[in-house]
């Protein structure tokens, strides 16, 4: 391992520990139902673009 990458991990480290220390509070459902609801669109728009490309790949090698 380099030392830029050993320097790298140390210090997310320590950004994820004062992470943790700062935020104790609950998260709340809102927060998680929104996540869920930004990931699972996103999940859907690229696998919608995948599903496009492969569909029109033959068309696309022409141009």
Excluded: C, F, H, P
Excluded at 12 to 29: H, N, P, T, V, Y
Excluded at 38 to 57: D, F, K, Q
């Amino acid at each position: 391992m380099t030392k830029a990458y050993i320097r790298a991990s140390q210090w997310l480290k320590s950004r994820i520990e004062q992470g943790g220390a700062d935020d104790r509070g609950d998260i709340s459902i809102t927060t998680i139902i929104i996540w869920v609801a930004a990931v699972a669109g996103a999940i859907t728009i690229a696998g919608g673009i995948a599903l496009l490309i492969t569909r029109y790949n033959a068309r696309l090698a022409g141009i």
